[in-house]
């Protein structure tokens, strides 16, 4: 077997790249919990520009992004409307009811998408007993739906009916999905309050997401930031590797899209029957449905190809820059000779 394996487990096992590294070794550093640190300052600038949103903060994770999110946008006891498979609602171990106090109407959302009649029957509760909805939070892409991208239209929907509700968008792969769709950033960030995107998954960054929004509410969202533990002191270095993921890691992700799409092919293939779609895969997340995945994934481990779940049944596999055509290729043999489900 070749000595290194093939990741598919998730996009952040990813490294920094040797640009970022070199970046890392030669950032110009500050505190920032000063406001000193001018690399971190030109990451908030960089990124918000991208978004056309006045102002961004760069925080330690993508959850503390969607954290201070919910504390800026829903008051404790209102609720949240989300999908019920978003990270928010299902992977940040309850913290939503912990740091924020909010309760959650989780909508079903097997696409990813939610429906504006789903959300409009939320709002018009509130006319008949039912608590206030504050929020509205979408993904973007939405990782348990094969990461799947939004369209505006769908979007616009959802905006329509949530009269006014504010929106917070967890884009921890919002340029996957502008990639694949062709969307730009700005159009999507458009449809929200804030739009959250994380660094440190697809595009490489060791450490660091980012949350972007209006200027009143930033500057709220560094205090609540500070209030987290969030507040990082020279975190320039890793501001720099972040504003290096902007510049160059963007536009290569068709190749990780492309990358899954093939192996969804090889699970469609040996797995008829698994809910894989490959002509739904439009970024790099492939999830299928199997009865014994542990089975499936010592199989492929012991190929040298590792693999996780994400829910009772489901396994996903992801693509990212540390995984070439090679160990693709590597990982559709080991699928076509896995274990019958
Ligand atoms: C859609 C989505 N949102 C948020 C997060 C949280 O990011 P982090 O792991 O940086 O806290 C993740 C992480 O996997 C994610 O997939």
Known sequence: MPDRPVDLRSDTVTRPTPAMRRAMAEAEVGDDVYGEDPTVRRLEEVFAQ?????????????????????????????????GRRQHVVAYENGAGARNAGVQFHPLPDDDGRLRAADVA???????????????VCVENTHMPADGAPWSLEALDEVVEAAEGLAVHMDGARLFN????????????????????CCLSKGLCAPVGSLLAGPSDLMAEARSLRSGLGGGMRQAGILAAAGLVALESMVDRLAEDHDRARRLAEAVGERWPDSGCRPERILTNVVTFRHNAP?????????????????????VRLVTHHDVDDQDVARAMKALALAGAP
């Open 50 to 82: 991208r978004l056309s949103k006045d102002a961004a903060l760069f925080v330690p994770s993508g959850t503390m992004a969607n954290q201070i999110a919910l504390r800026l946008l829903a008051p404790p006891a209102s609720v949240v409307i989300a």
């Open 294 to 314: 542990g089975s499936v994934i010592d199989h492929l481990a012991r190929d040298g190809v590792l693999a996780g779940t994400i829910a009772p049944g489901v």
């Open 121 to 135: 029957w939320v709002v018009a509760a509130a006319a008949h007993h039912m608590p206030r909805p504050s929020l």
């Open 177 to 196: 999905a502008s990639v694949a769709t062709g969307i730009a950033p700005g159009a999507y960030a458009d449809r929200a309050t804030t739009v959250m």
